[in-house]
């Protein structure tokens, strides 16, 4: 059976560490857009420590891949950074899953795959996007289960993937234009991309829809994503839209500078202490804008589990809370807009709380972007070097369109699980998701679409809903490594037409 997993972040890359361990006939081709296996989170660099500790980051599956070749487990209770992260637990695990490629040794376990016998077990095509994913010759209107047709189940997935140049990876990539190439006969696809990519951005105006001039400001600053840029000091304005790394690679852009930024989540939290953390090697001020009410944007857990993460919402509120914080921005938006006012002196942290970005602009140099925000019922104007845009992710719905994914209204996640979500949330009193530390995967059944053997794991499945943690996706990857060992058990048994596993 030939599975592909797009998207080497923790989550595809445990799905390819639980189906290798599942079956010997499985074989499993990873796809990556980054130029190195899991690039988003080697993007946040040394800037984002994870909250939670490797006992959470590491599955059982990793686990024993490292160490049936001999290969350390990090600390199960350090919290690593997105560096080391990378480094001591993904890279070590994709040299592990190498060694599927081995010739059996004849030991139990090691047959070699009925199909396809002398082919690795396990590939990464890294630099390699994935732009569609198709089902034979079935066009998405053709075949639809509902209707008793079984046809799908029977027909191999095939994907179109772009040449991702290597001067670039990671968040951007899309923007590079490689050549294409079609990749066929995959029996089981894992769609494991996760959000997080300045291409899949929420917008920053009212409702989520995007500030005025936002999308030309966009374009017009491309490709200002994070690590671009990264050897020069910034020529004009920068707007991110994932977390820069402040502290090592996109410490440039922030340095001296004046900067706005904008989101109330924990990456915008962790941006604020790591801005403060550089002390007088960091912005020359910082406006802050959150958009609900109150000067304490987190709510913080009584005994919250993650004590890390603690940590960071109070050092967070107390940024905002600063009693020595001048207003960093200019309140005569007239004056603002003439272009004599807002840079100020000191070094400064400024909150606005019930803030929302009305509009975006540049300056004719384009060395600033204008910011207006409406807060208590007046509209003000920020002129600054820097703009931090983090305000959440949506899913890229484009890869799955000609399958029947079956996306939730709300949360444009795969529906089963969605709506297990939200039954969830609604019985908790919440509306998106609670703590995360609460979430558990529900159960295999909520892992199937209408697609047989098409899976969207990880942080995708969660969508728009910011809860996903990875114990969660590792149970998820558990799951389907068994429904899809059953399918690959059967298949050696009765032939490949025998099983339909995944099918909802
Ligand atoms: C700043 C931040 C901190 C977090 N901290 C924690 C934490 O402490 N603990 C925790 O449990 N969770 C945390 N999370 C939540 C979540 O666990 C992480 O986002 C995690 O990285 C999700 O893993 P994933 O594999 O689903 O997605 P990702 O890590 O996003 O991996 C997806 C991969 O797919 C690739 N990709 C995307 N599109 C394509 C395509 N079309 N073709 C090919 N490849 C593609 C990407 O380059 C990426 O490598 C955090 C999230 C963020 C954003």
Same mark, same amino acid.
């Given at each position: 059976m030939r599975v592909a997993i797009i998207g080497a972040g923790p989550i595809g890359l445990d799905v390819a560490a639980n189906l290798l361990a599942a079956h010997p006939s499985i074989r499993v081709d990873v796809f990556e857009r980054g130029l190195t296996v899991a690039a988003s989170v080697r993007e946040w660099g040394e800037c984002v420590t994870l909250f939670t500790p490797n006992e959470l980051n590491v599955s059982p599956a990793m686990a024993a891949a490292l160490e049936r070749t001999g290969r350390p487990v990090a600390d199960a209770r350090a919290c690593p950074t997105g560096r080391e992260y990378v480094e001591q637990t993904l890279e070590p695990l994709v040299d592990a899953l190498c060694s599927y490629n081995a010739p059996p040794s004849g030991g139990a376990g090691d047959a070699a795959p009925a199909d396809g016998a002398s082919a690795p077990r396990f590939r990464v095509h890294v630099g390699a996007l994935v732009e569609s994913i198709g089902r034979g010759r079935l066009r998405k209107t053709e075949a639809v289960a509902a209707d008793g047709d079984a046809r799908r189940a029977a027909e191999p997935f095939h994907l179109l993937v772009r040449d991702v140049p290597p001067h670039d990876g990671g968040?951007?990539?899309?923007a590079r234009r490689g050549a294409q190439r079609y990749e066929r006969g995959f029996d089981a696809v894992v769609d494991? =991309?996760? =959000?997080?990519?300045a291409e899949n951005a929420n917008g920053?105006?009212?409702?989520g829809v995007p500030a005025l001039g936002e999308a030309d400001v966009d374009a017009a600053l491309r490709p200002s994503v994070a690590g671009a840029n990264a050897e020069h000091a910034p020529p004009r304005a920068q707007l991110f839209r994932t977390i820069p790394d402040a502290l090592g690679r996109d410490r440039a852009a922030f340095a001296g500078r004046t900067v706005c930024l904008v989101g109330a989540g924990y990456s915008a939290a962790t941006l604020a202490v790591a801005l403060d953390a550089l002390g007088a090697d960091g912005p020359s001020s910082v406006l802050w804008l959150t958009r609900a009410d109150g000067a304490a944007p987190y709510e913080r857990l009584?005994?919250?589990?993650l004590p890390s993460r603690d940590a960071l919402c109070a050092r967070a509120n107390a940024l905002c809370n600063r009693a020595d914080a001048p207003a960093a921005v200019e309140p005569d938006a007239k004056r603002a807009k003439a272009g004599?006012?807002?840079?100020?002196a000191a070094r400064h942290f400024a909150h606005e709380a019930g803030a929302t970005v009305v509009q975006l602009a540049l300056d004719g140099a384009r060395a600033q972007i204008e910011v207006t925000y409406a807060t208590g019922g007046a509209e003000r104007v920020a002129r600054v070097d820097t703009l931090v845009a983090l305000v959440g992710y949506r899913p890229d719905l484009q890869l799955a369109r000609e399958l029947h994914a079956h996306l939730c209204y709300a949360s444009e996640g795969p529906m089963k699980l969605a709506a297990s979500l939200l039954k969830a949330s609604a019985s908790a009193g919440g509306t998106s998701g609670g703590d995360c530390m609460s979430q558990a995967a529900p159960g295999a059944g909520t892992l199937l679409t209408p697609e047989p053997r098409f899976f969207v794991l990880g942080a995708k499945s969660y969508a728009r809903n910011p809860a996903f943690l990875l114990r969660v996706g590792f149970e998820q990857a558990r799951l389907v490594a068994e429904l899809l060992r059953a399918d690959a058990d059967a298949r050696s048994h009765e032939g490949p037409a025998a099983v339909v596993a995944g099918a909802q």
């Amino acid at each position: 059976m030939r599975v592909a997993i797009i998207g080497a972040g923790p989550i595809g890359l445990d799905v390819a560490a639980n189906l290798l361990a599942a079956h010997p006939s499985i074989r499993v081709d990873v796809f990556e857009r980054g130029l190195t296996v899991a690039a988003s989170v080697r993007e946040w660099g040394e800037c984002v420590t994870l909250f939670t500790p490797n006992e959470l980051n590491v599955s059982p599956a990793m686990a024993a891949a490292l160490e049936r070749t001999g290969r350390p487990v990090a600390d199960a209770r350090a919290c690593p950074t997105g560096r080391e992260y990378v480094e001591q637990t993904l890279e070590p695990l994709v040299d592990a899953l190498c060694s599927y490629n081995a010739p059996p040794s004849g030991g139990a376990g090691d047959a070699a795959p009925a199909d396809g016998a002398s082919a690795p077990r396990f590939r990464v095509h890294v630099g390699a996007l994935v732009e569609s994913i198709g089902r034979g010759r079935l066009r998405k209107t053709e075949a639809v289960a509902a209707d008793g047709d079984a046809r799908r189940a029977a027909e191999p997935f095939h994907l179109l993937v772009r040449d991702v140049p290597p001067h670039d990876g990671g968040a951007g990539a899309r923007a590079r234009r490689g050549a294409q190439r079609y990749e066929r006969g995959f029996d089981a696809v894992v769609d494991a =991309t996760g =959000t997080y990519d300045a291409e899949n951005a929420n917008g920053l105006g009212e409702g989520g829809v995007p500030a005025l001039g936002e999308a030309d400001v966009d374009a017009a600053l491309r490709p200002s994503v994070a690590g671009a840029n990264a050897e020069h000091a910034p020529p004009r304005a920068q707007l991110f839209r994932t977390i820069p790394d402040a502290l090592g690679r996109d410490r440039a852009a922030f340095a001296g500078r004046t900067v706005c930024l904008v989101g109330a989540g924990y990456s915008a939290a962790t941006l604020a202490v790591a801005l403060d953390a550089l002390g007088a090697d960091g912005p020359s001020s910082v406006l802050w804008l959150t958009r609900a009410d109150g000067a304490a944007p987190y709510e913080r857990l009584a005994a919250d589990p993650l004590p890390s993460r603690d940590a960071l919402c109070a050092r967070a509120n107390a940024l905002c809370n600063r009693a020595d914080a001048p207003a960093a921005v200019e309140p005569d938006a007239k004056r603002a807009k003439a272009g004599d006012a807002v840079a100020p002196a000191a070094r400064h942290f400024a909150h606005e709380a019930g803030a929302t970005v009305v509009q975006l602009a540049l300056d004719g140099a384009r060395a600033q972007i204008e910011v207006t925000y409406a807060t208590g019922g007046a509209e003000r104007v920020a002129r600054v070097d820097t703009l931090v845009a983090l305000v959440g992710y949506r899913p890229d719905l484009q890869l799955a369109r000609e399958l029947h994914a079956h996306l939730c209204y709300a949360s444009e996640g795969p529906m089963k699980l969605a709506a297990s979500l939200l039954k969830a949330s609604a019985s908790a009193g919440g509306t998106s998701g609670g703590d995360c530390m609460s979430q558990a995967a529900p159960g295999a059944g909520t892992l199937l679409t209408p697609e047989p053997r098409f899976f969207v794991l990880g942080a995708k499945s969660y969508a728009r809903n910011p809860a996903f943690l990875l114990r969660v996706g590792f149970e998820q990857a558990r799951l389907v490594a068994e429904l899809l060992r059953a399918d690959a058990d059967a298949r050696s048994h009765e032939g490949p037409a025998a099983v339909v596993a995944g099918a909802q």
